[in-house]
């Protein structure tokens, strides 16, 4: 599972509760969606109807969003490619198996 490997255990800055969150800089390497990785954040975290600061925050850090679970499942969708609905099927799988591949 490619995205299995990507999704990490963050404290969100909003409730401090670790939660599970993809960066946006590996979500964009993996979808390889043929836009620069700005028009890639813009169109689908800034400009989208994400909410700041509970759907993503901004990790100044490394210099990327990190994107909750429905966030990624939400750009998955609107990327509608091949890569993005396969990405989204293996998410699916994750979900309903509780995160079991992340866990162990």
Known sequence: MKIARLIM???NPANHKRQYFVSSKKLYRLLSPGVSYKTFVETN???SRLRENIDYHYNERFDTYNLS???VQA???L???EISWQIFNELS???SGGFTA???
């Open 79 to 81: 990327e509608n490619s």
């Open 69 to 71: 679970i429905s966030s």
């Open 102 to 104: 992340i866990i162990n």
């Open 45 to 47: 975290i800034t400009w």
């Open 93 to 95: 799988d994750l979900i």
């Open 9 to 11: 255990k963050v404290q």
């Open 75 to 77: 750009i998955l969708i």
